[in-house]
């Protein structure tokens, strides 16, 4: 059963244009979401979070966007650059009991295009 | 200030053979955390570990798979009479506090022949 979807499993863009990830998930209990990034042999790197209690957060050229009410999140890079290129997972996560276990979705391969 | 080791890099082992998987976490950090990716999927949770304590392995298989965190060096995850499913990336990752930011290893990848 997939929590988390990343129902997009590849993105091409122009380098300096805007890439929007999504994501979709099915567990209400998730209150805490991340985004990771990874690039080929390497470990996911955490790039950014948003609570359940806001509906954006922006941190330089990366905005996450949460609509609870659709389960839905998206991460916008604006402008996009080449070195953007990489896998990025959604993981939520929920507050409590189990509150480390991260939940990744499969992932978005992004290409941005120079 | 060194990230989360992990080591081997790359791992080959024929079927019936053990595995063991070293991780090393950041300086300071005492969590540590395994996560499985098989081809084509996410990562999934297999289990959370303090210094010389398994907090939570539900996501662990119930046979051949055991992990540890002794009080000195790094946490080790074991694989007995590895199978071809056990094909995948290891990531491990460690964090300063159950509810701060987890950072993550680059993996081992383990081929079971």
């Known amino acids: 059963d997939q929590q988390v979807k990343q129902n997009s499993p590849s993105l091409s863009v122009q380098e300096g244009r805007i890439s929007i990830l999504n994501c979709d998930y099915t567990n209400s209990m998730f209150d805490y979401f991340l985004w990771y990034k990874k690039y080929p042999a390497e470990g996911p790197t955490f790039l950014i979070s948003?609570?359940?209690?806001?509906d954006k957060n922006e941190d330089g050229r990366f905005t996450v966007f949460l609509n609870k009410s659709a389960k839905h999140l998206s991460l916008h890079i604006v402008p996009s650059q080449p070195g953007d290129s990489a896998v990025y997972f959604c993981?939520?996560?929920?507050?409590?009991?189990?509150?480390?276990?991260?939940?990744f979705g499969k992932g978005t391969k992004l290409s941005v295009i120079p | 200030n060194a990230g989360v080791m992990q080591n081997p890099r790359h791992l080959v082992r024929r079927r019936g053979q053990e595995a063991r998987l070293r991780c090393s976490p950041m300086k300071g950090h005492s969590h540590v955390y395994w996560y499985r990716q098989l081809p084509e999927e996410g990562l999934k949770f297999m289990v959370y570990l303090q210094k010389e304590n398994i907090i939570d392995e539900s996501g662990m298989p119930k046979e051949r798979f055991s992990a540890e965190f002794p009080k000195e060096g790094p946490s080790i995850l074991r694989i007995q009479q590895v199978v071809r499913g056990d094909s995948a990336a290891y990531f491990c990752a460690s964090s300063a506090g159950v509810v701060e930011t987890q950072y993550f290893g680059p993996g081992t990848r383990l081929l079971v022949l």
């Open positions: 948003i609570s359940s209690i806001k």
């Open positions: 993981a939520p996560s929920r507050s409590g009991a189990g509150s480390y276990q991260l939940t």
